[in-house]
């Protein structure tokens, strides 16, 4: 963060000595940082615990009808624990994958990918 406010000042002053006016410059960084800054789009495919599973892989496609009777929705899928998966009787190696995704989904660093539609 540091280094972007410092690359900011530095370009500054090169655009102020070049003539352009304090109000003029500044116009100009906001959308360099409200590019840095923003979120980016909501994703346009609804994910429930059918497609999230599918996106993880592995073999975990297996348990979606014990998920869905059991947990029911998809953001108590994301909140749940390794004992409520291991007391369904996921097997250990899918907990994990499962667990691993949920995190990346929720921290937003992963999104099972949309079904390529078929004509």
């Known amino acids: 963060m540091a280094m972007v406010l410092r690359r900011v000042l530095l370009n ?9 006016s304090p109000i003029a410059q500044s116009d100009s ?3 360099a940082l409200s ?7 909501p994703y ?3 994910v429930g615990i059918p ?16 998920l869905e009777s059991e947990i029911g929705d998809f953001n108590k899928l994301l909140v749940s624990r390794t004992l409520k998966l291991k007391k369904l009787g996921i097997p250990c190696k899918h907990r994990k994958l ?9 921290v ?7 079904a390529p539609v078929k004509a």
């Open 12 to 20: 500054g002053r090169a655009i102020s000595s070049s003539g352009a």
């Open 29 to 31: 960084f906001v959308p």
């Open 35 to 41: 590019r840095f800054f923003s979120k980016s789009a």
């Open 44 to 46: 346009a495919v609804k």
């Open 51 to 66: 497609e999230f599973l599918q996106g993880v892989g592995g073999g975990v496609e297996a348990h979606v009808a014990k």
């Open 98 to 106: 499962i667990l691993k995704y949920a995190h990346k989904y929720r």
């Open 108 to 114: 937003g660093l992963w999104r099972p990918r949309a």
